[in-house]
């Protein structure tokens, strides 16, 4: 049922195409985008590309397979050992820690402090064959060795023969 009563009318000025629109001319892609804007905040595809995020930091890590021995080296500079813990469980090598930097500048009445903080999580599949008993870890440098005892497991493998099946023999109607 119609009503008489007026609708309120949001007038927006004509939005600048995107290069992609120009290029391919995709204006309906564009409202689609605009619409998801208005419901779920910014997802849309006129965001840009590289937008800030916060910074998030994860340990460079070496994972280094020996005759009879795993070695593990994570890069962590600035981290005392007391912010790192190193824990084997089931068949994960688990390193988890925080970070914290401070960094600090002074010059000419001027002082600038930087502070970052975050922790970091880092679990590794260990390969068959490990003896956790006798895993250990030494912190030198920034740099942390994680050396894990391995025995050579034998691989259980086989190649299979491919065969084609045989032919059905037809059988007369009877």
Do not use: C
Request: net charge negative; aromatic share 6%.
């Amino acid at each position: 049922m119609s009503s008489n009563k007026p609708m309120k009318v949001e007038h927006t000025t004509p939005k600048t195409m995107a290069p992609w629109e120009r290029a391919f001319g995709f204006p309906m892609l564009a409202r689609l985008s605009d619409e998801f804007d208005s419901m779920f905040g910014r997802v849309g595809l006129d965001r840009p590309m590289f937008e800030p995020v916060p910074s998030m930091w994860s340990p460079e890590m070496e994972i280094i397979t020996k005759a009879h021995e795993l070695l593990v080296k994570v890069d962590m500079p600035g981290i005392k050992k007391d912010e790192v813990t190193v824990e084997i469980a089931d068949d994960h090598l688990v390193l988890r820690g925080e970070r914290k930097q401070e960094k600090e500048e002074k010059k000419d009445g001027f002082f600038k402090t930087e502070r970052t903080y975050g922790s970091f999580f880092r679990m590794v599949p260990l390969p068959e064959g490990v003896k956790s008993e006798g895993a250990k870890a030494i912190m030198h440098d920034g740099v942390l060795e994680i050396t894990v005892p391995m025995v050579q497991v034998e691989e259980k493998r086989r190649t299979l023969a491919i065969t084609e099946p045989a032919p059905v023999k037809a059988t007369k109607a009877a």
